[in-house]
C-alpha cells in the first residue's frame, strides 16, 4: 500500500533548537518526495523536492531508500518556522502530479 | 503569480442539499485536484482531472462528483450533504510535463459545514 506516515501530530522546540519533523513512507514503485507547509491564514506551498536537492528557508530534507524515510531538518528553529507541515509522495516521472499526503505535524516555535 | 481561487471561504449548508464548491485558476493549467483535509488525517484526494472533461478517482470519491466544463474551472459536487462530508476542502492545481512531477498550487480552501 502506498502510505506516508507523520508520526508526531505536534512538535515544538524552542527558538534556536534544531528540528526535525519526521517522515516515513511505503511504496512500491520509485517515489518523489516533498514537503509542503502551511502558515497561518496562508495557502497550503511547496517548500522543497526531494529531487531539487536544495535548502528552502535552511531546511533540508534527504531521501532515504534504505530506510524509507524524507525527514525535514533545519538546524536552528526561528519563530517564523512555526506552521503545518506536511509531507507528500507521488510516482517518480508522474505527469498527473497526484499526490499521497501525510498526516501533517505542526511545528511550535518557542520564543 | 499562480492564483488558485476557491468561490468561498465558508459554507453551511444542510444535510440532503446538493452543494458546489468551484474552484477556478489562472495559469492555464491541466492538471486540477480536489482534496479534504482533516485534522489527524492529513490530505485526502477526491477526485482529479487531467484535461478538460476528463476525470479520475481519488483515494475517497464516495458522495462527490466533479465537472470541468472548461480547462479553468474544476467543480466539486457534493450530490446530497451529509455531516460526515464536514470539512475543509482544497483546490489544487499543476501544470503538465511529461515525464516529470510539477509543483501543485494551492486555493485557499473552503470550510464547509453540514448541519
Known amino acids: 500500500a502506498q502510505r506516508v506516515t507523520q508520526p508526531e501530530k505536534l512538535l515544538s522546540v524552542f527558538k534556536g533548537a534544531p528540528v526535525e519533523l519526521k517522515c516515513n513512507y511505503s511504496?512500491?514503485?520509485?517515489?518523489?518526495l516533498f514537503w509542503y507547509v502551511q502558515y497561518s491564514r496562508q495557502r497550503l506551498q511547496l517548500l522543497l523536492r526531494?529531487?531539487s536537492r536544495e535548502s528552502i528557508k535552511g531546511f533540508t530534507a534527504d531521501l532515504n531508500k534504505g530506510e524509507t524515510s524524507f525527514h525535514l531538518k533545519k538546524p536552528f528553529a526561528q519563530e517564523e518556522d512555526s506552521a503545518m507541515y506536511y509531507c507528500?509522495?507521488?510516482?517518480?516521472?508522474?505527469?498527473?502530479?497526484?499526490?499521497?499526503f501525510g498526516q501533517g505535524t505542526t511545528l511550535q516555535v518557542k520564543p | 503569480d499562480v492564483k488558485v481561487t476557491q468561490s468561498s471561504r465558508y459554507l453551511v449548508k444542510r444535510t440532503g442539499e446538493k452543494v458546489f464548491l468551484e474552484c477556478v485558476q489562472d495559469m492555464d493549467h491541466e492538471n486540477m485536484f480536489w482534496y479534504r483535509q482533516d485534522p489527524g488525517l492529513g490530505l485526502r484526494l477526491i477526485y482529479f482531472s487531467y484535461d478538460v472533461k476528463m476525470k479520475e478517482k481519488g483515494d475517497i470519491p464516495e458522495g462527490y462528483s466533479v465537472s470541468r466544463e472548461k480547462k479553468e474551472r474544476f467543480s466539486l459536487i457534493l450530490e446530497s450533504a451529509s455531516t460526515n462530508q464536514t470539512s475543509m476542502y482544497l483546490c489544487a492545481s499543476s501544470y503538465w510535463d511529461p515525464g516529470r512531477n510539477t509543483e501543485a498550487f494551492f486555493g485557499q480552501g473552503t470550510r464547509l459545514t453540514v448541519v
Open positions: 507528500a509522495l507521488s510516482r517518480r516521472s508522474s505527469n498527473t502530479g497526484k499526490l499521497i
Open positions: 526531494h529531487i
Open positions: 511504496y512500491s514503485g520509485s517515489p518523489e
